[in-house]
C-alpha cells in the first residue's frame, strides 16, 4: 500500500497559478504510475493527469494540456501538479492516487486503475 498526502491547494484568482504535491510513503514508490484526479459538487471524479513510474511518459485530460503540467521526483517521493492559467471550472477538490499495475496510457485515465488515494485538497478560482 502506497500512502499520499496533497498540498498546496487554495483560493486564486482567474488566470493564476497553483502547484499542488503529492507526498508518498509505502511500498516502492518509484514503481507506481501516479495521477490526479479532481472532483466538484454533483460531478464525478474526473482525470486530470498521470504520470508513469519514471516519469517517461505523461498523460493529460483535453480540459487542462496546455495548462497542467504533472512532474515527479523519485528521489523525494513526490508527485506534482504545476496548474497555470487557472479557470473557474477548474475549481475542485484535487485528489492523487497511485497505481501499481497499470502502465498505459488508456489505463492511467480510469479511476478505478488507482489503488491508492490521498484525501484530497481543494482548489478555488475566483473570477
Known amino acids: 500500500q502506497v500512502q499520499v498526502v496533497e498540498s498546496g491547494g487554495g483560493l486564486v484568482q482567474v488566470g493564476g497559478s497553483l502547484r499542488l504535491s503529492c507526498a508518498a510513503s509505502?511500498?516502492?514508490?518509484?514503481?507506481?504510475?501516479m495521477g490526479w484526479f479532481r472532483q466538484s459538487s454533483e460531478k464525478e471524479r474526473a482525470f486530470v493527469a498521470a504520470?508513469?513510474?519514471?516519469?517517461?511518459?505523461?498523460y493529460y485530460a483535453d480540459s487542462v494540456r496546455g495548462r497542467f503540467t504533472i512532474s515527479r521526483d523519485n528521489t523525494k517521493n513526490t508527485v506534482y501538479l504545476q496548474m497555470r492559467r487557472l479557470k473557474p471550472e477548474d475549481t475542485a477538490v484535487y485528489y492523487c492516487?497511485?497505481?501499481?499495475?497499470?502502465?498505459?496510457?488508456?489505463?492511467?485515465?480510469?479511476?478505478?486503475?488507482?489503488?491508492?488515494w490521498g484525501q484530497g485538497t481543494q482548489v478555488t478560482v475566483s473570477s
Open positions: 492516487a497511485a497505481a501499481r499495475f497499470a502502465a498505459d496510457g488508456f489505463q492511467l485515465k480510469s479511476a478505478a486503475s488507482f489503488e491508492d
Open positions: 504520470i508513469s513510474w519514471n516519469g517517461g511518459n505523461t
Open positions: 509505502g511500498r516502492t514508490f518509484g514503481r507506481d504510475a
